[in-house]
C-alpha cells in the first residue's frame, strides 16, 4: 500500500466546531459546477478517517456526467417511492406528503431534483460487514463538504434499483453499496440543525444516571 501522508489542505480552514455545528442536510442544490480540486479536497478528507484494522475499504464512485447523473436521477426517485412504499405510507406524489412532515416534504424534493445535481459520490466497502468504516470516511466528506460552503445529505438507495445502479456504473458485484452523497452549493443556508439535548441522550456512570450539566 502505497503511503500518502497529505498536508492538510488550506482551503479546510473553517473552525471544526463552526463546520460541525452548521453542518446539516442541504438538499436544494445549485447545478454549478464542483471543481475538481475541491473533490480531491473531500475525497482527501475522507481518506484521513477511522476504519477498521486501517484495511480502508471504502471506495468511492464521483458521477459528474451529466446524462449519468440524470438516468442515475431517475433511479434515485424510484428508489425513494420504494422506500415509502416499504414504510406504508399511504402516499404516491410529493403533494399528498403532510406540510408539517418536513423532512419528507425536503427529501421527496431531493429525489425529483437529484438529477441536476452537479456531483453525486456513491460509497462502497470493498469487504463484507464493513459499513461501520465508511461511515467516519462520509462524515468527513459531509464537513469537509461544508467547510468549501457545498452541501451534501447522507442518502440511500432500494434493492429494487441496485442491480440497475451496478450495470449503470459497471460496479464490480463484490463492492458493498453503502451511501449515496449529492453534492452542490447550497440553494439555502447551512445549520443550525434541531438536535435532542445531550443531557436527555447521556448516562453517566449507570444508565438511571443523567450527566452533571442535565
Ligand atoms: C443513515 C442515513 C440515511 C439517510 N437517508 C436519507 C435519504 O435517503 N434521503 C434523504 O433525503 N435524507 C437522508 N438522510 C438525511 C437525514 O434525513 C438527515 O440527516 C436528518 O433529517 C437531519 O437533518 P439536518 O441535519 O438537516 O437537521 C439520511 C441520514 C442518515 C444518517
Not at 105 to 116: H, R, V
Request: glycine residues 6%.
Amino acid at each position: 500500500m502505497e503511503e500518502i501522508r497529505l498536508e492538510p489542505p488550506p482551503e479546510l480552514n473553517m473552525n471544526i466546531g463552526q463546520a460541525m455545528f452548521s453542518q446539516r442536510a442541504i438538499r436544494r442544490l445549485k447545478p454549478d459546477p464542483i471543481s475538481d480540486a475541491n473533490l480531491k479536497i473531500i475525497l482527501d478528507a475522507a481518506s484521513k478517517a477511522p476504519n477498521g484494522g486501517n484495511w480502508q475499504p471504502g471506495r468511492f464512485l464521483v458521477i459528474r456526467d451529466r446524462e449519468k447523473i440524470r438516468a442515475f436521477g431517475e433511479l434515485y426517485r424510484e428508489a425513494w417511492w420504494c422506500k415509502r412504499r416499504d414504510e406504508k405510507h399511504s402516499w404516491t406524489t410529493r403533494e399528498e406528503i403532510p406540510d408539517a412532515d418536513k423532512v419528507h416534504q425536503s427529501a421527496a424534493l431531493l429525489a425529483d431534483e437529484i438529477k441536476d445535481a452537479p456531483v453525486i459520490i456513491l460509497v462502497f466497502a470493498i469487504r463484507p460487514r464493513m459499513a461501520s468504516s465508511v461511515f467516519p470516511p462520509i462524515q468527513n466528506m459531509l464537513l469537509a463538504a461544508r467547510s468549501l460552503g457545498i452541501g451534501s445529505t447522507l442518502t440511500s438507495l432500494h434493492p429494487q434499483i441496485m442491480e440497475r445502479v451496478y450495470a449503470m456504473f459497471a460496479i464490480p458485484a463484490d463492492a458493498e453499496f453503502h451511501a449515496c452523497l449529492p453534492l452542490g452549493y447550497p440553494r439555502g443556508r447551512f445549520g443550525p440543525t434541531s438536535r435532542l439535548s445531550t443531557g436527555d441522550t447521556t448516562h453517566w456512570d449507570r444508565w438511571d444516571n443523567p450527566p452533571p450539566w442535565k
